[in-house]
């Protein structure tokens, strides 16, 4: 016999007393997860707060100059870290909200109470599942979407948009907590970072250079746009030499130390000026007893009222000591803001163990986008190659591979994949065979012929290039 209507619904409503009445560690694990609500909000909003401060928003911030400003420059500067600070404890207190409401669901949402839900859909609906089975579902229910939809928009919708609109305030208010955090979590971000660091370069190994192949697809947009016309192969070479400007390192481009016209301090004036007439360059770097110990530059300009000097003339008081230091691997956009900021024109470039490699000029990094420069005192003919005919070109070994793919018509990225460290075409040839050739020795790469012309025993001299035939 089923009972009366007014006794079942009456039954079915007395279920929901135990949402009113609660015991109080359920209260207390409600208010808990308000507040935590409130701290994933925040700390999901400086994510964006901080990734959204824009150049002129740090200029402004920079000009405050308070403990504020310092915080939020301070945190910027590392910006990996600071993400995985945030995404950490994002993490942390999101497992505590699912957590406690858990708690809260099984203390105020009983067994029976979803059953009796379920009996009451299975009654009015078609579902053909049972009520206990259906049970579970509601209850599952009810603790993942429930609490998904509270941590999307209250931790996570609401809290970005609201920094998308006050990314300067939000920063400025939240810098305290973060570089706390920022400490706290300093272990397990530092080791979240490395991993993420290595996964990034085995990736970029297995599928290869992302950005080199943007940079080809541009290469190619930049062919077809530019008129075919007598300008249009400077222009594609220009164009393409800005794309890949941002690219280049300094070791790419530098003057290797072998080639590079320096003086030592102690020499008499005579024999400096022979030096300089000789070379014809307007600086000149000076050493003390090696070229690893550069003390100075002497700019010639100098010493033009000094001409008439005698063999005696301490010169060295004209050396000008403002040396710039700059390592193989800056990329030469930064090398061109320094030389702006420094009214410099020329730098010394020191490897991984503070020797000196070479040096990179103002007018090496300018012809890496608008060609080759030449002055009015320059030998009208190079001697680092010789085309014998369209197909075969015979190279100075110590020609950069940049140059050298120039000089042939093919991309900078061409020999990429077998080059290693190398950045000269006798570097290359090294690179591929481990050790010092014999004249005549003779490799292949894609079609591309290298063949040894001149060697002695301690460098490669000169490489025929026989190119592809298509």
Not at 40 to 45: D, M
């Amino acid at each position: 016999m089923e009972p009366e209507p007014d006794n079942y619904y009456f039954q079915f409503i007395f279920l929901f007393v135990p949402l009113i009445v609660l015991p109080s560690g359920v209260y207390f694990a409600i208010l808990f997860v308000v507040l935590l609500l409130g701290c994933s909000a925040l700390i999901s909003s400086s994510e964006v707060a901080f990734f959204s401060l824009s150049i002129n928003d740090l200029e402004k911030i920079t000009k405050e100059n308070s403990s504020v400003t310092q915080r939020i420059l301070l945190l910027k500067e590392a910006p990996r870290r600071l993400l995985a600070t945030i995404l950490i404890a994002n993490n942390f207190i999101n497992i505590t909200i699912v957590i406690l409401s858990q708690f809260i669901i099984d203390h105020t949402i009983s067994q029976d109470m979803t059953t009796i839900w379920s009996e009451q859909i299975i009654a009015f609906t078609v579902i053909t599942m049972t009520a206990s089975r259906l049970s579970s579902l509601i209850h599952f229910l009810i603790t993942i979407v429930g609490v998904t939809f509270l941590l999307v928009l209250f931790g996570e919708v609401a809290p970005k948009i609201y920094a998308k609109l006050n990314n300067v305030r939000l920063a400025k208010f939240m810098s305290r907590t973060l570089l706390f955090l920022f400490r706290l979590f300093q272990p397990i971000s530092q080791l979240l970072v490395a991993g993420t660091n290595i996964i990034e370069k085995r990736l970029i190994r297995k599928t290869g250079n992302g950005s080199s192949s943007r940079r080809k697809d541009i290469d190619q947009a930049i062919e077809l746009t530019v008129k075919d016309d007598k300008h249009g192969e400077h222009e594609i070479d220009i164009l393409k030499g800005i794309v890949k400007f941002g690219d280049t390192a300094v070791k790419q481009v530098m003057k290797p130390r072998v080639d590079v016209v320096a003086v030592d301090f102690r020499i008499n004036f005579k024999e400096l000026l022979g030096i300089i007439k000789k070379s014809g360059f307007s600086r000149i770097p000076v050493y003390d007893e090696d070229f690893d110990n550069i003390t100075g530059l002497l700019y010639v300009k100098d010493l033009l009222s000094h001409l008439h000097k005698e063999a005696s003339f301490e010169w060295q008081a004209l050396i000008r000591t403002n040396v710039m230091y700059v390592p193989e691997a800056k990329k030469i956009d930064d090398l061109l803001r320094d030389f702006q900021k420094e009214r410099l024109h020329i730098t010394i470039v020191v490897d991984e163990f503070g020797g000196s490699s070479g040096i990179v000029t103002l007018e090496d990094i300018m012809e890496e986008v608008i060609g080759e420069i030449k002055e009015e005192f320059d030998d009208e003919v190079e001697l680092e190659y010789k085309k014998i005919d369209d197909w075969n070109y015979l190279f100075e070994g110590k020609t950069l591979l940049n140059d050298v793919c120039r000089i042939i018509g093919v991309d900078t990225d061409t020999f990429d994949e077998i080059k290693g460290d190398a950045d000269s075409l006798a570097g290359l040839f090294l690179e591929i065979v481990g050790q010092i050739p014999k004249v005549d020795a003779e490799i292949s790469y894609n079609d591309f012929h290298f063949k040894v012309v001149s060697v002695d025993t301690r460098r490669i001299k000169q490489i025929l290039i026989t190119l592809p035939e298509e």
